[in-house]
């Protein structure tokens, strides 16, 4: 079974851009979540999507947005970038059911300068 | 506030050695998760821990919960190099929304 997929793998913005992140899942699984880790904060919950309905969002500005589509695929949105954005994104999917145990993609670092 | 701690931040230990790591929780939960992360790299799943007094262990590591005082331990029994990594638990309060704590850096000395 393939593991959950992220493109970009890497992405080098500048302040002021915009810039869309690409998540899919493995096959069957129905939620998917978002994470930014950086060194300063750590691990933090961005949003989390289940059959294309956004059920949770973490603490962050409405420059983070995202989606789902019908095949699970995720996509995460953020505009009008800033410096404290640059951070790895972790995609996770689970079948958000029984164990609810989520797999993690190898991420996307984001660099803005 | 939900919260997850985690400590040691950092632990440097010799081949061979034991050692304990613990993870404390803020507020009830039944699902607790352990992962592992080495430099550059993304989250690998180690533990799925969901009932009071489970246990679960793959090789060296040994994972526990109890719900009871919010606490869970990774136990790391002779370690050997390859087991240097970042070690990071993880809570769901209750909806699918993990709160990580702040990880522990292992180091293992040969």
């Known amino acids: 079974k393939a593991g959950v997929t992220q493109t970009p793998r890497y992405l080098i913005k500048t302040r002021g851009q915009q810039v869309t992140l690409s998540c899919s899942p493995i096959s069957g699984h129905r939620s998917v979540s978002w994470y930014q880790q950086t060194p300063g904060q750590g691990l933090q919950f961005l949003f989390e999507y289940f059959s294309e309905t956004q059920r949770n969002k973490g603490n962050f500005p409405g420059r983070f947005s995202g989606r789902q589509f019908s095949n699970s695929r995720s996509e995460m949105n953020v505009s009008t970038l800033e410096l404290g954005d640059s951070a790895l994104y972790l995609c996770?999917?689970?079948?958000?059911?029984?164990?609810?145990?989520?797999?993690f993609g190898p991420g996307t670092r984001l660099t803005v300068t | 506030e939900l919260k997850v701690e985690q400590n040691p931040l950092f632990l440097s230990m010799q081949e061979g050695k034991n050692y304990t790591i613990y993870c404390n929780y803020s507020?009830?939960?039944?699902?607790l998760y352990w992962y592992r992360q080495d430099p550059g790299k993304s989250l690998e799943s180690l533990f799925v821990l969901l009932s009071n007094g489970a246990v679960k262990q793959e090789g060296r590591l040994m994972a526990s919960l109890d719900t009871k005082a919010r606490l869970s331990t990774l136990h790391i029994t002779a370690a050997v190099h390859d087991l240097s990594a970042t070690y990071f638990c993880?809570?769901?309060?209750?909806?699918?929304?993990?709160?990580f704590g702040t990880g522990t850096r292992l180091t293992i000395i040969p």
């Open positions: 996770a999917s689970s079948t958000g059911t029984g164990t609810h145990e989520q797999y």
């Open positions: 507020t009830t939960s039944d699902r």
């Open positions: 993880a809570v769901d309060f209750g909806n699918e929304k993990l709160t």
